[in-house]
Structures are given as structure tokens and as C-alpha cells.
């Protein structure tokens, strides 16, 4: 094929997209509007699981010490937690300071324990540890129960045992909702371009008649298929930029503390930009021109 | 030019047999019309000559090339040496009457010098010169097989096909039509016509190949004068 001529086919398919502007429009609609959705469930979905794993960290461990343990003994529990995977933040707090604390926590609780200060404080030793993965939690919990010198753990287990559930749920019906989304846009996507190269099948028909290789005839489409779908990806994107952060904005003007503490933790949509707009861009052209090759390739055998 | 020999088609999904030993052979520069009723094999005939069926049985030669052992990438090349006419006429919709002769140049890697000089004067020859930028909706019948007539014409071939090219426009028209691949057969073209207009056949004095379920029962070489 002659430079002249490969010139000529990426200009007719782009002025086909133009000629055939309904079923572009078509084309264009449908892909950004399967697009649109897989990315807001995609954005949904990880954000929900970042919001419930900053929730989750949120969540103290208490490793409570026996009494009358020395310095030295305390220190050696203190590395012993070091060594355990699936904590961090270790933070010890005396039972002087813990008095402390819970003084000043109301006038009457000060009451009550003053004079409690030195031999005579009831309280323990302990050391706060904060959980990484809550979903692991008895497991790590037993391993600090090891530890000599522990005397008990304290963990919440109701709390870890409903973020877990919901971490999971989210991100199970998150992907199935997105396989679901990518089925259905597939088949959508594909009718559609049928029906593009369906309304062409003359056109396709001529060439062959004229003595167009199928090469020749696919080259249009195959520009086609990409501008089409390149021309989506980019819509899509920009679409989905403006509305995330139309939502974000929205939610960032809420009053209720629980929302901001969320707010917080969203994703800034700059930071999936990049990786968003590869997978964009990629199904789109991938879909476009493999959906117009398949499809023209049926009315060549002519 | 065109030889058939013993060429048998039967349709395997039908069971439909469409040429039955059929022998014919046309020379370089005939005219030749190729009448008979409809379902006789009339089609089956063009579509082996365009290679867009392979016959069951037999050989079929044109112009010197064996189309039964024309394998399926070399088609397009073969395509290039016929000028093919329809009766639908068969333009793209979308293009203006010179973009759609221009386009049968430019599957065939023409330059874009020899297109702006070749097609104008195809465009001339046909009359169609003054409608150049018309969309073929905006054209009569006959104008619009007048475009596709240039169409099978811009390449030079030396064998112009036409499948009932007056089928689908008037008789007035297609007398003339007739008349303009009669004046391209005297520049030395070989046209095979397929037609079941008797009173146009008798007007010209042409070659005549009746067939009937599958095979020839006439073959009039010398005059027009056609009886059924």
C-alpha cells in the first residue's frame, strides 16, 4: 500500500465518523455511558473500602500488663510486641498516667480517685497497639495473649467483626457489579458497531467489487473503531472527573462530623487519574477496533 | 478472453443446480448479450465471472487467467482488470458522483495526479461532467448508471460486466446506455451484457447467448434479431 494512499483510509475514516454521525453518536454514547458506570462503581467502591479501613485503624487494642513487673520486664514486652506483624503504633501507658487520665476525664471521677496516687493505684500497666487488618483480629489477638507478662487483651471484636464484613461486601459486590457492567457494555457495544458495519455492508460490498483488498477495506474501519472509542475514553474521563468532584465538593459541605472524618480519607481523583484514564482509553480502542474488524470481517467473503 | 469448459455449479445449501455443463467462449472485442429467463443461471454466470462463486465442476479461463485456481488473496487483483455494472447501480451514498468514481482509482493505488486527470474525462465521455459534486440521490436512473458506467470504465479494463444494467431506468435510457457500451466496444472492450430486454437486444446488432436451466440453447453470433 502506497504512503498516498494510507493517507487517503485514515482520512476516510475519520470523515466516516462524520458521514455516519448517528450511529457515532450511537457508538460514542453508548461506550461512555458503560464507561461512566464501571468507573463510578470502580471510584465507589474503592473509596467506601478506604473510608472503612481508616475507620478500622481508628480502633485500639489494649495488651494489659501484670502487675509488678519491672522496667526492664516492661521494655522486654514492649519488643516482643515489635515483633508482631499485624499491629503498630505501639504506645505504653503507666497505670500513674492512666490515673491521670481518667481524672481528668469529670470532677466526679476525681473524687473517687484521688488519693489513690502511687502503691495505692488499683489500675495496670498497659500497652496501646492499633490493628492493621482487623479482619485478622483473633488470631493476633491470641499471639499478644502469649506474650509473658501480658495479663489480658482487650480488642474490639464486635467493631472489627462489622468493618471487616462491610470491607468485604464492598469490594465483592463492588467487582461483580463491575463484571456485570462490563458484560452488558460488551454486548451493548457490540450491537451497536454491528449495526454500524451492517448499515455499511454495501459500501463494504462495492469495494470488494472494485478490487479493494481486505486490507483496504478494514483500514477505514480500523480508524474508525479507534477514533470512536479514543474520542469515549476521553468524555468519559472528563465527565467522570467534573462529577467526582461535583460529589466530593457536595459531601465536603456537610456539617456531620462522621462525613467530614470520611471526606477526609476520599481519593482525590488526580491520584486515579492517570490509571483511570489508561483503562479508558485502552478499552475503548481495544473494544472499537476489535469490535469493527470482527464485524467487517464478516462481509468480505464476497 | 472468457472460456468456459463443462463448468457445472450446483448450490450446496439449496441443492439447486444452477449450470449444468456449460461450455462458451467469447473473444477479445465481442459484444455479447446473455438473455434468458429468470432462475435460468444468468447470475450464476456473472458470479463466476466475478469469481464470487468457484464452480463446482469444470474450468472457467478469462483473459488468460485460471479463475478455479485464483486463489482468494490474488480476487482483488483479478477484480481490478473487470468493470462490473449492476442494475442497482451500486454508488455509495455518501459520495459525490466524482468521489465515487475517483474511488475505484484509489483501491487500485492510482496517484492522486492521474485521479484528477483521469476522472474528469470518464466524467466527460459518460455526459455526467456538469454534475460532478451531485450526491447519486440527487440523480435520475439513468444519470445514476451513467456514474457506475464510469466507474467500470475509469480503470481501462479490458472486460466490462453488466448484470441487467437497464433493469432499474427507462427505455429511453437504456437504449442510450446500451449505446454508450456499444461505442466502448468499439474502442476494442469486451462487454458481456446480461439482459432480458428482448426489444433492446434486437435493436443492436450483437452477439446473443440464450440460456435456459443451466446451459446455452442459443448462441446467435451474427445479428441482433432476437426470437423467443
Not at chain 1, 35 to 63: C, D, H, P, R, Y
Not at chain 1, 220 to 249: C, H, K, Q, R, T
Not at chain 2, 192 to 201: C, G, I, K, S
Amino acid at each position: 500500500m502506497k504512503g498516498s494512499s494510507f493517507g487517503y483510509l485514515i482520512k476516510e475514516g475519520a470523515k466516516s465518523i462524520y458521514a455516519n454521525r448517528l450511529m457515532s453518536f450511537a457508538s460514542i454514547g453508548t461506550l461512555v455511558a458503560c464507561m461512566l458506570l464501571i468507573g463510578a462503581s470502580m471510584l465507589f467502591s474503592m473509596n467506601v473500602n478506604k473510608i472503612v479501613g481508616f475507620a478500622e485503624t481508628q480502633n485500639e487494642v489494649v495488651v494489659q500488663l501484670e502487675d509488678g513487673l519491672d522496667e526492664e520486664q516492661i521494655a522486654d514486652v514492649g519488643l516482643e510486641l515489635g515483633l508482631v506483624d499485624n499491629i503498630y503504633n505501639q504506645r505504653f501507658v503507666s497505670k500513674d498516667e492512666l490515673l491521670e487520665e481518667q481524672k481528668a476525664k469529670s470532677p466526679e471521677l476525681e473524687d473517687l480517685l484521688t488519693g489513690l496516687e502511687g502503691d495505692q493505684n488499683p489500675l495496670f500497666n498497659y500497652y496501646s497497639v492499633r490493628v492493621k487488618d482487623l479482619s485478622v483480629l483473633t488470631g493476633t489477638v491470641m499471639r499478644l495473649e502469649s506474650i509473658s507478662g501480658v495479663s489480658a487483651v482487650r480488642a474490639p471484636d464486635a467493631v472489627a467483626e462489622a468493618f471487616s464484613s462491610i470491607k468485604r461486601a464492598v469490594s465483592v459486590s463492588g467487582m461483580f457489579i463491575v463484571a456485570i457492567l462490563i458484560v452488558v457494555s460488551l454486548v451493548i457495544i457490540a450491537n451497536t458497531i454491528k449495526v454500524t458495519v451492517f448499515n455499511r455492508r454495501k459500501e463494504i460490498n462495492i469495494m470488494k467489487y472494485v478490487g479493494a483488498t481486505d486490507a483496504f477495506i478494514r483500514l477505514p474501519f480500523f480508524v474508525e473503531g479507534f477514533l470512536l472509542g479514543l474520542l469515549s475514553a476521553l468524555l468519559a474521563f472528563g465527565l467522570l472527573w467534573i462529577g467526582y468532584n461535583y460529589v466530593l465538593d457536595a459531601v465536603s459541605l456537610n456539617p456531620s462530623a462522621f462525613i467530614q472524618s470520611a471526606y477526609q480519607n476520599t481519593i482525590p481523583f488526580e491520584e486515579v487519574a492517570l490509571e483511570l484514564l489508561a483503562w479508558f482509553a485502552g478499552g475503548g480502542i481495544g473494544i472499537g477496533v476489535f469490535g469493527s474488524m470482527f464485524f467487517v470481517n464478516r462481509y468480505l467473503k464476497v | 478472453m472468457i472460456e468456459f469448459v463443462n463448468v457445472s455449479k450446483v448450490y450446496k445449501a439449496t441443492g439447486t443446480r444452477a449450470l449444468s455443463n456449460f461450455n462458451v467462449s467469447i473473444d477479445r472485442g465481442e459484444f455479447v448479450f446473455v438473455v434468458g429467463p429468470s432462475g435460468a443461471g444468468k447470475s450464476t454466470f456473472i458470479k463466476l465471472l466475478m469469481r464470487e462463486e468457484k464452480p463446482t465442476s469444470g474450468e472457467i479461463y478469462v483473459n488468460g487467467q485460471n479463475l478455479v485456481r485464483l486463489k482468494r488473496r490474488k480476487v482483488p487483483y483479478y477484480r481490478r482488470t473487470l468493470g462490473v455494472v449492476f442494475q442497482d447501480f451500486r454508488l455509495i451514498p455518501t459520495m459525490n458522483v466524482y468521489d465515487n468514481v475517483a474511488f475505484a482509482l484509489r483501491v487500485t493505488n492510482v496517484s492522486a495526479k492521474d485521479i484528477r486527470s483521469r476522472v474528469p474525462y470518464i466524467l466527460g465521455l459518460v455526459g455526467l461532467s456538469g454534475k460532478a459534486k451531485s450526491l447519486p440521490e440527487h440523480l435520475s436512473g439513468g444519470e445514476q448508471q451513467r456514474v457506475a458506467l464510469a466507474r467500470a470504465l475509469v480503470n481501462n479494463p479490458p472486460l466490462i460486466i453488466a448484470d441487467e444494467p437497464t433493469g432499474n431506468i427507462d427505455p429511453d435510457l437504456s437504449f442510450e446506455i446500451v449505446d454508450l457500451l456499444s461505442e466502448i466496444n468499439k474502442c476494442g472492450t469486451t462487454i458481456v451484457m446480461v439482459t432480458h430486454e428482448h426489444n433492446l437486444v434486437s435493436e443492436f446488432d450483437h452477439r446473443v447467448i440464450t440460456i435456459d436451466e443451466g446451459t446455452i440453447i442459443s448462441d446467435d453470433r451474427n445479428r441482433g434479431y432476437y426470437d423467443e
